[in-house]
Structure formats: C-alpha cells, structure tokens
C-alpha cells in the first residue's frame, strides 16, 4: 500500500478519534509515518502533559490505528517520552 494511501487511513481514524481527546481539553495531530511504518504523531492541549497521556496513546490511539491499519507497526508520540 502506498504511503499516501496508509496516511489517509491513518488521519482519518485520528479524525475519529480526535473528538474523545477534546472533550477531555486535549487533542492530537498526525505528524508522519516512518519507513518502518511508526506513526509520529502529537499530543496536544491537556493530552501533552497528561499523566495519563501514555496510556491514552497505546490502548486507545494505538489500537485504533492498528484494527484499521494492520501494516502500522506501532504509534508513538513525538512529545512524551517513552
């Protein structure tokens, strides 16, 4: 698949998934996909400096990325520390 098409697929379940994170004051913004098929992405609002955020970003983003975009490898955020 072409990496056009996976960051389609990608920014639109992001898109889906953005209005949970807002109505916590929060929010994300896709950045890129890696050659190794990593997501990049940001956290933004209340998400960026959450106690919480890491776990928001790889049960609730990440798996919703995944179910999807099987291709994705994993998604990680490019202002938390992992």
Known sequence: MANAE?????????????????ADGGSIKFVEITDDLVVKVELLGACGCCPMSTITLKKGVEEAVKKAVPEIKSVEAINLKQ
Not at 8 to 21: H, M, N, R, S
């Open 6 to 22: 996976l960051q389609a697929k990608v920014e639109k379940v992001i898109e889906q998934i953005k209005p949970y994170l807002e």
